[in-house]
């Protein structure tokens, strides 16, 4: 994320304001109430004395006021501590203070147009809400404080991002409520990575669709937008390298870094993926000479012949444009289901593949080795370029004459593919994985090879990120943020017209908020599910 923070677009303008006024009529609603008196606030409690006794009286204590009720928000808040008090809620006069020129102006700025109230660089009053980074505050990069109390809310934190997911419980729990309950939250993420997959290389999904779920996105807390742009059904990202493989139906560079700088104001971080030696097909119908074919002369969809230079030059060239494009410091290389590798008798199917594996690697080498050097070879592409290299866990070989390189993380979604392998022996050999566990995460259109579509229910009551495969999680010694440091939904577009990008947004909706909830505290949930429905449809804007 870049430290000049006062310089990045916001994305979040005139019309994003005129957005957050419809989304807070109901608090506007409630602002109009205290200022006609239907509602006390602190200042009012304090300018109303109690009437004295009458005569022959005996004046007897105020009652103490009803402890606050625990504010609700997707993901739940971790850690509150109830106060006594009427609580908060937003009038004609509140502010939204910080430094206008410091590093929380961007999130002053968005909270104060969903508030549809004004900026000011104080000092604080009552009524306002006050934002304020704090060196040694609790909870990480990621954590917050927020205290409501006398009247005002306080939110702190050690980074931007940690205040910026405090303004999102304040959003939310005004949604819920009307008002925030007097008392305070200390809240933190479990695991440091959360996010979305979108296959937008199958179904071409446009940009404005593509900054709706940036917003859905940060109200959630999540924090990685994964963009599967290529694959065989189309290329979707404009490309000054190489055009020719580029999809009509594409995201303009422009319009990729509009939609980056709106996910940085949203601290959202945008991963690329593009997936080799596999899934290529787009790539291919302008480079067919570089299809691999069979041991019959049948060329195989999607698959690139590895052992060719060009190949590997014309991937390279790509890699390195969307290293330069993204400032992602991850970028994925795909590495799943290469077609030579899911046959049963590989060497007898690509019987020039093998040939090739024996001549670099020896006579006990195969065409895993191949692959696997294939991939450590781009690997060693966006490495150059800072990125760390994220990869699927079927690209991953174990057993062969030529090793995966380090450093990359895994991202571990089958058990189904030949030669996949449990999520515990990759852990075992000293592998991060990051929980893509196709059973619950995937959400793939047409519900093809037995997929059906997830309503959220079963991620919420039984996954959490340590659940990497089938339903039973890693052993504990690995089941922690360390090595398994977060998980994705992930949207497929197998079957791309089997729903529009409306239906898709609806659809993901709920299981969207399950994931959220899951990856911020894999707890057994407070809620049941069916309340926790009732409150998504609450809070969702």
Same mark, same amino acid.
């Given at each position: ?5 006062? $310089? ?96 929380? !102006?961007?999130?002053? #700025? ?27 505050? =609790? ?39 009307? #008002? ?74 422009? +319009? ?5 700088? =709106? ?9 690329? +993926? ?72 590989? !060497? ?7 040939? @090739? ?5 020896? @006579? ?8 696997? @050097? ?5 690997? !060693? ?32 979604? $089958? ?5 996949? #392998? ?13 929980? =893509? ?12 090879? +037995? ?17 990497? #495969? ?5 052993? +504990? ?32 909706? =709920? ?24 409150? @998504? ?5």
């Amino acid at each position: 994320m870049a430290a000049n923070r006062d $310089t990045r677009p916001s994305g979040r303008h005139a019309s994003d304001r005129r957005h957050a006024r419809q989304r807070y009529a109901v608090v506007g609603a409630v602002a109009l109430t205290v200022a006609a008196g239907g509602v006390f606030t602190a200042t009012q409690v304090q300018d109303e004395p109690p009437s004295p006794p009458g005569p022959g009286t005996t004046a007897s204590p105020s009652p103490r006021p009803s402890p606050a009720p625990e504010p609700r928000s997707i993901p739940s808040v971790r850690e509150w501590s109830e106060g006594r008090g009427p609580g908060w809620a937003p009038d004609g006069e509140t502010r939204v203070v910080a430094d206008p020129d410091g590093p929380l !102006a961007d999130e002053a #700025r968005l909270l104060a147009g969903e508030l549809d109230v004004e900026t000011s660089e104080g000092p604080a009053r009552a009524g306002d809400v006050e934002l304020a980074l704090e060196e040694d505050a =609790l909870g990480g990069r990621e954590g917050y404080v927020l205290n409501t109390s006398d009247g005002r809310v306080e939110i702190t934190g050690r980074t931007d991002a940690g205040v910026f997911y405090g303004t999102r419980t304040l959003v939310q729990s005004l949604r819920d409520r009307d #008002r925030m309950s007097e008392g305070e939250i200390r809240d933190s993420p479990d695991r440091p990575q959360r996010g979305l997959l979108i296959d937008t290389a199958r179904k071409h999904f446009s940009a404005d669709w593509l900054e709706d779920r940036l917003r859905e996105m940060a109200d959630l807390k999540l924090n990685q937008l994964h963009l599967h742009f290529a694959d065989d059904q189309g290329f979707r990202i404009e490309s000054e390298s190489h055009p020719e493989v580029v999809s009509e139906q594409h995201l303009t560079k422009d +319009e990729v870094r509009d939609l980056l700088a =709106l996910a940085e104001s949203l601290h959202i971080t945008v991963i690329p +993926e593009v997936d080799s030696p596999g899934h290529l097909g787009a790539v291919l119908a302008a480079h067919p000479d570089l299809q691999l074919r069979d041991a019959s002369g049948e060329p195989v969809r999607g698959a690139i012949d590895i052992t060719d230079p060009e190949a590997a030059r014309i991937l390279d060239d790509l890699l390195n444009e969307y290293a330069e494009l993204f400032p992602s410091p991850w970028l994925h290389l795909g590495g799943d289901e290469y077609v030579p590798l899911m046959r049963s008798d590989p !060497a007898a199917s690509f019987p020039d593949l093998q040939a @090739a594996a024996e001549e670099e690697y020896g @006579a006990g080498a195969g065409i895993q080795d191949l692959a696997t @050097a294939w991939l450590n070879d781009r690997a !060693a592409t966006v490495v150059e370029q800072g990125k760390l290299p994220q990869v699927w866990n079927d690209g991953m070989h174990a057993d062969g004459e030529v090793r995966p390189s380090r450093p990359r993380e895994v991202t571990y979604w $089958t058990g189904r593919e030949i030669g996949a #392998r449990e999520p515990v022996s990759y852990l075992q050999e000293g592998w991060d994985l990051v929980n =893509l566990n196709s059973k619950y995460l995937y959400y793939v259109l047409g519900e093809p090879n +037995e997929f059906t579509y997830p309503t959220g229910e079963a991620i919420y009551e039984e996954w959490t990120p340590d659940v990497l #495969r089938g339903s039973e999680p890693v052993p +504990e010694e690995y089941a922690n943020a360390d090595r398994i440091p977060g998980g994705r939904f992930a949207v497929w577009c197998d079957l791309a017209d089997s729903q529009t990008p409306a239906q898709v947004a609806d659809g993901i909706r =709920l299981p969207l908020n399950a994931t959220a909830q899951k990856l911020w505290d894999p707890a057994e949930p407070k809620l049941s599910w069916d309340r926790f429905t009732e409150l @998504a449809d609450r809070v969702d804007d």
